[in-house]
Nanobody, 115 residues
Framework: QVQLVESGGALVQAGGSLRLSCAAS????????MGWYRQAPGKRRELVAA???????NYADSVKDRFTIARDNAKNTMYLQMSILKPEDTAVYYC?????????WGQGTQVTVSA
C-alpha cells in the first residue's frame, strides 16, 4: 500500500507564489510517475504537471512557464513550485503516484488565489 500526503496549500494573492509538497510512503515501485492534478468547484479534475522517476516532465499549457514540478527520489517527495499565481489557479490540488496500472491519490490541499 502507498500513502500520499500533500502540504503547502494556502490563501495567496494573485501574482504570489506557493510550493506544494507530496510525501509518499509505503510500498513504492521503483519505476513510477508522479503528478499534480487540480479540481476547481464544478469542474473536472485536470492534470497540472507530471514527472517520471527518471525526471521527464510535462505540463498543462495553462501553467507552463509559471509552475515547476520536481521530485527527490531519495526522500520519496514531489514538489510543485507555483509562481505568478492567478485566481483561476484556485482549486484543490491532488498528488498522484502511478505504479504500472495502479494509481494512488492523496487527500488534496486547497490553494486559493485572491484577485
Amino acid at each position: 500500500q502507498v500513502q500520499l500526503v500533500e502540504s503547502g496549500g494556502a490563501l495567496v494573492q494573485a501574482g504570489g507564489s506557493l510550493r506544494l509538497s507530496c510525501a509518499a510512503s509505503g510500498s513504492i515501485c521503483m519505476i513510477n510517475s508522479m503528478g499534480w492534478y487540480r479540481q476547481a468547484p464544478g469542474k473536472r479534475r485536470e492534470l497540472v504537471a507530471a514527472i517520471t522517476s527518471g525526471g521527464t516532465t510535462n505540463y498543462a499549457d495553462s501553467v507552463k512557464d509559471r509552475f515547476t514540478i520536481a521530485r527527490d527520489n531519495a526522500k520519496n517527495t514531489m514538489y510543485l513550485q507555483m509562481s505568478i499565481l492567478k485566481p483561476e489557479d484556485t482549486a484543490v490540488y491532488y498528488c498522484k503516484l502511478s505504479c504500472g496500472w495502479i494509481d494512488y491519490w492523496g487527500q488534496g490541499t486547497q490553494v486559493t488565489v485572491s484577485a
